[in-house]
């Protein structure tokens, strides 16, 4: 099991590489750094297959910054 | 800045911090548009919801893309799309039917029977369970009817199409996720093999679930609510046989996807008037379905209209990939309201939908013995 600090900087790692922007701030909200729906997919996709870890799509989609993301990934486990 | 001008068939009409769009309505002029894809592309999005934004969507999904990307999505999905492919769902359909028919008590609302037929389709399809189409349902509202009080957010037309969006974007990757899982041999599964990205995947669900939702409920309700307006129900229920040509009228008469967009790639004309690169323009199909050059009594629903070749699927390379099946779950439900309901009656007011794209009916309370 991760710790909190390690999946924020894992998936701010990823969401940096999808967005192109660097850094990435735990509250900043994906579709207003210019992530729009595909790229939402797509990031759920890599965090699945590369850390192993199913956040909730709604989450993502709705409430789209990575505290929301890791404390939804916590509370899971 | 262009001055809109009253007057002709191809009109320049401005949208207030949108640029603008020429509304194009005469048949002829609309086929034209959809015939020719390297002058008119598909990639800057296809509803005037779109209009002025960037498409995310350009090039992945392949109802905003142009040939030959366009091909390389559609061709392996139309192979299980044919009228030949679609008729072995035949039988569920016909069962889904029978099951919202069959507990209706002699009272009941038209609309809300009529939006629940994509559930006959997009399980065999799609793999989505007739349980969760309530409240698919009214996410594809949302996004295709923002302005329709019904399903418009305390926030704006704006917020409501983009929760809707993003409600259906978090279903469809969750139904993605379950046919990796589970794979049912769908067109999920088949767009999932495919060379594209994720998004580009869910992307393409969001045509197919959007193409089949919004539409289709509308046309046996508009096409009721006019029979019943003139008085022509029980002659079209006495004549089962003559339903073959009575849907394809239902779908001219009704054309409930209204509009379709597309952007001038280059320097062009359109029924004569001139067109700029860049420019949107938008097909208005329930106006070309009506052009008189074309349809003698436009404004009577005919089921004896021949020929019909009517815009309501559209036309060119982005016809309607879902026809086969919209024309059969079409008749089967004509078939058995028909047989359950010799005879109807309007029992309230018909309420129309508010909306730029969708054109049809939300309410209809009706009356009828069944048989
Ligand atoms: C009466 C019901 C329906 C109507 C009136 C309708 C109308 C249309 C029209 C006018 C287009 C052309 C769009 C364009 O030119 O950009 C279209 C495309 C499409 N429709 Fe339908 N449709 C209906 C039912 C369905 C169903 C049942 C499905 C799926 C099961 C479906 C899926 C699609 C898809 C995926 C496209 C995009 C095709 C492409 O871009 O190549 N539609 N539809």
Redesign the pocket.
């Known amino acids: 099991m991760r710790t909190r600090a390690e999946l924020e900087s894992a998936i701010s790692q990823l969401w940096s590489e999808k967005l192109a922007v660097h850094p990435v701030g735990l509250y900043d909200n994906f579709f207003a750094l210019g992530g729009d729906s595909l790229l939402a997919a797509d990031l759920l996709m890599d965090i699945y297959e590369r850390l192993g870890v199913e956040v909730d799509a709604g989450v993502l989609f709705l409430k789209p910054t990575i505290a929301e993301l890791v404390d939804d990934v916590l509370a899971a486990e | 800045m262009r001055v809109p001008s009253a007057a002709g068939p191809v009109r320049w009409w401005p949208i207030p911090g949108r640029g603008g769009f020429w509304a194009v309505t005469r048949y002829a002029d609309v086929a034209a548009v ?1 015939a020719d894809h390297t002058r008119f592309t ?1 990639t800057g999005g ?1 509803m005037l919801n779109m209009l002025g934004r960037a498409e995310p969507a350009r090039d992945q999904q ?2 905003a893309s142009d040939p030959p990307r ?1 091909g390389l999505v ?1 061709g392996p ?1 139309q192979r299980r ?1 044919t009228a030949r492919a679609v008729r072995r769902h035949e039988d569920a359909i016909r069962a889904h039917v029978r099951g919202t028919l069959a507990p209706l008590a002699d009272e009941f609302d038209l609309a809300e029977v009529t939006a629940g037929l ?1 559930a006959a ?1 997009l399980g065999p ?1 799609m793999g989505i369970p007739p349980a969760d189409w309530p409240a698919l349902r009214r996410l594809v509202a949302m996004s295709v009817a923002e302005d329709d009080p019904d399903v418009t957010l305390p926030a704006g037309p704006e917020a409501t199409l983009e929760r809707g969006h993003r409600e259906l974007f978090a279903y469809l990757l969750g139904l993605l996720l379950e046919h990796r899982r589970h794979p049912r041999g769908d067109l999920v599964d088949l767009l999932a093999a495919l060379p594209l990205r994720p998004g580009a995947v869910v992307a393409n669900c969001y ?2 679930l959007l ?2 939702g919004a ?2 409920p509308h ?1 046996p309700t508009a096409t009721v609510a006019e029979l019943l307006r003139s008085g022509r129900y029980a002659d079209w229920a006495a004549r089962p046989d003559r339903l073959g040509g009575a849907v394809e009228e239902a ?1 001219r008469y009704t ?3 209204g509009h ?1 967009m597309r952007l001038a790639t280059r320097d062009t004309t359109v029924g004569g008037v001139p067109v700029a690169a860049g420019d949107a323009v938008v097909v208005w ?1 329930g106006a070309a379905n009506r052009d008189e050059a074309v349809f003698t009594d436009p404004h009577r629903l005919d089921p004896l209209r021949h020929p019909n070749r009517h ?4 036309d ?8 086969a ?2 024309r059969l ?2 008749r089967v439900f004509f078939e058995e309201l028909f047989a359950r309901y010799p005879v109807l009656h309007l029992a309230g007011d018909v309420e129309r939908v508010r909306s730029a794209w969708l054109g049809g009916v939300k309410r209809m309370p009706v009356a009828g013995r069944p048989r």
């Open positions: 959809l598909s296809v392949f109802a366009h559609r999905l799309m994509p389709f399809l045509s197919l193409g089949g539409a289709l046309v779908l054309s409930p996807a379709f199909l815009l309501a699927f559209g060119g390379r982005h016809y309607c990939l879902g026809a099946m919209a779950t079409l």
